[in-house]
């Protein structure tokens, strides 16, 4: 089973995505800020990280900074799930090494089609 870390600190923004998630077949795993995501993704290693880019603790640039430094994490995909208009959340992507982004509000059928997109890449 898959693991997908998504760290976000608006919880209902969470627990749609822990639905999505967990009924087709992916375990799921939440971090509230970017400390605690921080630390989970060290210690879970998951397959995929979704990550808020608007903490309140660490802005985007600084947490995916700090993931893609962390060698066991470096080639883990990092997707940017955000709701900047499309222009910025390219821009966003391009500029914090990320690997894609999903828009919010999202689509159900789009965003799995993106998570298995990315989990099926040899990056």
Known sequence: MKKILLIEDVED?????????????????WARNAREGLQLAKELQ????????GLPDMDGQTISFYLREES?????????????PEDTALKMVEAYHLDA???????IKTFLAKIQSLLARDL
């Open 72 to 84: 066991s994490l470096s080639k883990v995909p990092l997707v940017a799930m955000t709701a900047w």
């Open 13 to 29: 923004s969470a627990n749609i995505v822990r639905k999505v998630l967990v009924a087709n077949g992916y375990e799921f795993s």
């Open 46 to 53: 998951p397959d995929l990280i979704l990550l808020d880019l």
């Open 101 to 107: 982004y999903i828009g919010k509000p999202f689509v």
